[in-house]
Protein backbone atom coordinates (compact mmCIF):
# COMPACT_ATOMS: atom_id res chain seq x y z
CA UNK A 1 0.00 0.00 0.00
CA UNK A 2 1.48 3.11 -1.08
CA UNK A 3 1.80 6.00 1.35
CA UNK A 4 0.29 9.24 0.60
CA UNK A 5 2.67 12.32 -0.36
CA UNK A 6 3.45 14.44 2.48
CA UNK A 7 1.54 17.98 2.81
CA UNK A 8 3.85 20.68 1.92
CA UNK A 9 5.20 22.46 5.17
CA UNK A 10 4.31 25.65 5.66
CA UNK A 11 6.04 28.88 4.41
CA UNK A 12 9.10 29.43 7.38
CA UNK A 13 8.07 32.20 9.99
CA UNK A 14 11.46 34.02 8.55
CA UNK A 15 9.94 33.37 5.29
CA UNK A 16 6.56 35.57 6.46
CA UNK A 17 8.69 38.64 8.06
CA UNK A 18 10.77 38.70 4.90
CA UNK A 19 7.92 39.34 2.88
CA UNK A 20 6.26 41.65 6.00
CA UNK A 21 9.53 43.54 5.74
CA UNK A 22 9.54 43.88 2.12
CA UNK A 23 6.14 45.24 2.00
CA UNK A 24 7.17 47.80 4.13
CA UNK A 25 10.35 48.91 2.26
CA UNK A 26 8.18 48.92 -1.36
CA UNK A 27 5.68 50.79 0.63
CA UNK A 28 8.03 53.50 1.84
CA UNK A 29 7.06 52.18 5.80
CA UNK A 30 10.92 51.72 5.51
CA UNK A 31 12.26 54.53 3.44
CA UNK A 32 15.54 53.74 1.65
CA UNK A 33 18.99 54.30 4.00
CA UNK A 34 16.32 54.12 7.26
CA UNK A 35 18.11 51.48 10.11
CA UNK A 36 16.09 48.62 10.79
CA UNK A 37 15.34 48.52 14.56
CA UNK A 38 15.34 45.09 15.50
CA UNK A 39 14.08 44.92 18.99
CA UNK A 40 11.23 47.45 18.15
CA UNK A 41 10.49 45.16 14.94
CA UNK A 42 10.86 42.21 17.33
CA UNK A 43 8.39 43.70 19.77
CA UNK A 44 6.18 44.53 16.73
CA UNK A 45 5.84 41.24 15.65
CA UNK A 46 6.25 39.15 18.62
CA UNK A 47 8.92 37.14 17.17
CA UNK A 48 12.50 36.66 18.82
CA UNK A 49 15.27 37.82 16.83
CA UNK A 50 16.28 34.63 14.81
CA UNK A 51 13.65 34.78 12.73
CA UNK A 52 13.96 38.96 12.11
CA UNK A 53 17.83 38.21 11.28
CA UNK A 54 16.83 35.22 9.03
CA UNK A 55 14.84 37.07 7.26
CA UNK A 56 17.67 40.24 7.19
CA UNK A 57 19.85 37.64 5.29
CA UNK A 58 17.32 37.03 2.50
CA UNK A 59 16.38 40.62 1.98
CA UNK A 60 20.20 41.22 2.21
CA UNK A 61 20.63 38.42 -0.66
CA UNK A 62 17.93 40.39 -2.14
CA UNK A 63 19.81 43.82 -2.78
CA UNK A 64 16.67 45.52 -0.50
CA UNK A 65 18.65 46.08 2.57
CA UNK A 66 22.81 46.27 3.39
CA UNK A 67 24.27 44.33 6.55
CA UNK A 68 26.91 46.59 8.52
CA UNK A 69 29.84 45.45 10.84
CA UNK A 70 28.63 45.93 14.08
CA UNK A 71 25.80 48.67 13.12
CA UNK A 72 23.15 46.37 11.82
CA UNK A 73 20.73 46.28 8.94
CA UNK A 74 20.06 49.20 6.44
CA UNK A 75 17.37 50.16 3.93
CA UNK A 76 19.35 49.83 0.75
CA UNK A 77 19.65 53.53 -0.96
CA UNK A 78 20.15 53.34 -5.17
CA UNK A 79 22.73 55.77 -6.41
CA UNK A 80 22.27 57.64 -9.80
CA UNK A 81 25.00 54.90 -10.91
CA UNK A 82 22.49 52.46 -9.06
CA UNK A 83 19.36 53.63 -11.45
CA UNK A 84 21.19 54.11 -14.55
CA UNK A 85 22.90 50.62 -14.60
CA UNK A 86 20.30 48.90 -13.28
CA UNK A 87 18.02 50.54 -16.22
CA UNK A 88 21.16 49.61 -18.92
CA UNK A 89 20.76 45.63 -17.73
CA UNK A 90 16.65 46.13 -17.79
CA UNK A 91 16.95 47.25 -21.45
CA UNK A 92 19.49 44.70 -23.05
CA UNK A 93 17.78 42.14 -20.99
CA UNK A 94 13.65 42.79 -21.72
CA UNK A 95 14.54 43.78 -25.00
CA UNK A 96 15.86 40.59 -26.25
CA UNK A 97 13.31 38.28 -24.78
CA UNK A 98 10.58 40.32 -25.65
CA UNK A 99 12.00 40.25 -28.92
CA UNK A 100 12.21 36.16 -28.91
CA UNK A 101 8.89 35.85 -27.68
CA UNK A 102 8.00 38.26 -30.49
CA UNK A 103 9.29 35.26 -32.78
CA UNK A 104 7.78 32.14 -31.26
CA UNK A 105 4.54 33.64 -29.31
CA UNK A 106 1.01 32.05 -29.80
CA UNK A 107 -1.75 33.17 -30.64
CA UNK A 108 -3.10 32.88 -26.91
CA UNK A 109 0.07 34.20 -24.72
CA UNK A 110 -0.67 37.63 -27.87
CA UNK A 111 -4.35 37.83 -26.42
CA UNK A 112 -2.80 37.34 -22.92
CA UNK A 113 -0.31 40.33 -23.32
CA UNK A 114 -3.16 42.28 -25.16
CA UNK A 115 -5.18 41.46 -21.75
CA UNK A 116 -2.43 42.65 -20.08
CA UNK A 117 -2.23 45.77 -21.63
CA UNK A 118 -5.91 46.34 -21.15
CA UNK A 119 -5.32 46.43 -17.55
CA UNK A 120 -3.00 49.42 -17.69
CA UNK A 121 -4.90 51.12 -20.23
CA UNK A 122 -8.26 51.38 -17.61
CA UNK A 123 -5.30 52.32 -14.51
CA UNK A 124 -4.15 54.83 -16.56
CA UNK A 125 -3.68 57.82 -15.01
CA UNK A 126 -3.92 55.56 -11.76
CA UNK A 127 -0.20 55.89 -10.98
CA UNK A 128 -0.26 52.66 -8.11
CA UNK A 129 -2.62 50.85 -10.52
CA UNK A 130 -0.61 51.87 -13.26
CA UNK A 131 2.91 51.05 -12.51
CA UNK A 132 1.56 47.55 -10.91
CA UNK A 133 -0.33 46.50 -14.37
CA UNK A 134 2.97 47.73 -15.92
CA UNK A 135 5.15 45.25 -13.79
CA UNK A 136 2.81 42.37 -14.20
CA UNK A 137 2.90 42.99 -18.41
CA UNK A 138 7.26 42.88 -18.62
CA UNK A 139 7.10 39.76 -15.85
CA UNK A 140 4.33 37.69 -17.42
CA UNK A 141 6.25 38.59 -21.03
CA UNK A 142 9.23 37.01 -19.33
CA UNK A 143 7.41 33.89 -17.85
CA UNK A 144 6.17 33.26 -21.42
CA UNK A 145 9.90 33.48 -23.13
CA UNK A 146 10.64 31.07 -20.46
CA UNK A 147 14.31 31.92 -19.88
CA UNK A 148 14.26 31.21 -15.80
CA UNK A 149 17.85 32.74 -15.87
CA UNK A 150 16.92 35.71 -17.25
CA UNK A 151 13.61 35.72 -15.21
CA UNK A 152 15.50 35.18 -12.20
CA UNK A 153 17.84 38.55 -13.11
CA UNK A 154 14.85 40.98 -14.06
CA UNK A 155 13.00 39.83 -10.63
CA UNK A 156 16.34 41.03 -8.30
CA UNK A 157 16.58 44.04 -10.58
CA UNK A 158 12.83 44.90 -10.46
CA UNK A 159 12.56 44.99 -6.82
CA UNK A 160 16.04 46.87 -6.38
CA UNK A 161 14.27 49.92 -9.02
CA UNK A 162 11.61 50.15 -6.17
CA UNK A 163 13.81 51.29 -4.02
CA UNK A 164 14.54 54.82 -6.57
CA UNK A 165 12.99 57.57 -4.26
CA UNK A 166 12.38 59.27 -7.94
CA UNK A 167 11.13 56.22 -10.18
CA UNK A 168 10.69 57.48 -13.78
CA UNK A 169 7.06 56.42 -13.73
CA UNK A 170 6.64 59.00 -10.98
CA UNK A 171 7.96 61.55 -13.43
CA UNK A 172 5.39 64.31 -14.37
CA UNK A 173 4.17 63.24 -17.45
CA UNK A 174 6.06 59.83 -17.90
CA UNK A 175 2.70 57.84 -17.60
CA UNK A 176 1.29 59.09 -21.12
CA UNK A 177 4.54 58.79 -22.65
CA UNK A 178 4.92 54.71 -20.95
CA UNK A 179 1.59 54.05 -22.12
CA UNK A 180 2.18 55.17 -25.60
CA UNK A 181 5.36 52.67 -25.72
CA UNK A 182 3.32 50.13 -24.59
CA UNK A 183 0.81 50.52 -27.09
CA UNK A 184 3.77 50.28 -30.00
CA UNK A 185 5.11 47.18 -28.17
CA UNK A 186 1.87 45.39 -28.55
CA UNK A 187 1.36 46.28 -31.90
CA UNK A 188 5.01 44.86 -33.27
CA UNK A 189 3.98 42.15 -30.67
CA UNK A 190 1.13 41.33 -32.87
CA UNK A 191 2.72 41.30 -35.99
CA UNK A 192 5.66 39.37 -34.78
CA UNK A 193 8.27 41.69 -36.13
CA UNK A 194 10.74 40.86 -33.41
CA UNK A 195 13.42 43.58 -34.77
CA UNK A 196 10.66 45.99 -33.77
CA UNK A 197 9.69 44.87 -30.43
CA UNK A 198 13.22 45.19 -29.48
CA UNK A 199 14.04 48.44 -30.71
CA UNK A 200 10.91 49.92 -28.88
CA UNK A 201 11.70 48.13 -25.69
CA UNK A 202 14.92 49.71 -25.95
CA UNK A 203 13.68 53.07 -26.55
CA UNK A 204 10.86 52.30 -23.61
CA UNK A 205 13.53 51.41 -21.40
CA UNK A 206 16.06 54.42 -22.67
CA UNK A 207 13.28 56.91 -21.94
CA UNK A 208 12.34 55.24 -18.59
CA UNK A 209 15.71 56.23 -17.56
CA UNK A 210 15.82 59.58 -18.49
CA UNK A 211 12.94 60.23 -16.57
CA UNK A 212 14.87 58.99 -13.62
CA UNK A 213 17.67 61.14 -14.06
CA UNK A 214 15.39 64.40 -14.10
CA UNK A 215 15.16 67.00 -16.21
CA UNK A 216 18.47 68.50 -17.02
CA UNK A 217 19.41 71.82 -14.61
CA UNK A 218 17.93 74.70 -16.35
CA UNK A 219 15.49 72.91 -18.36
CA UNK A 220 11.82 72.30 -17.38
CA UNK A 221 10.17 69.04 -16.32
CA UNK A 222 8.46 66.69 -18.92
CA UNK A 223 4.50 68.35 -19.10
CA UNK A 224 1.92 66.54 -18.86
CA UNK A 225 0.58 64.72 -22.01
Not at 71 to 100: I, K, N
Request: with cysteine; hydrophobic share 40%.
Amino acid sequence: MSTPAAQLAPRALYEEVAEHLRQRIFNRQLEPGAWVDELKLCQELGISRTPLREALKVLATEGLVTMKVRRGAYVTEMSERDVREAYQLLALLESDGAASLAAKASADQIAELDALHADLEREYPQRDGFFAANERFHLRLLEMEDNRWRQQIVTDLRRLMKLNRHHSLFQQGRLAESLAEHRQLMEALRQRNADAVRSTMLTHFRNGLRAAEGPVPGTPALPPS
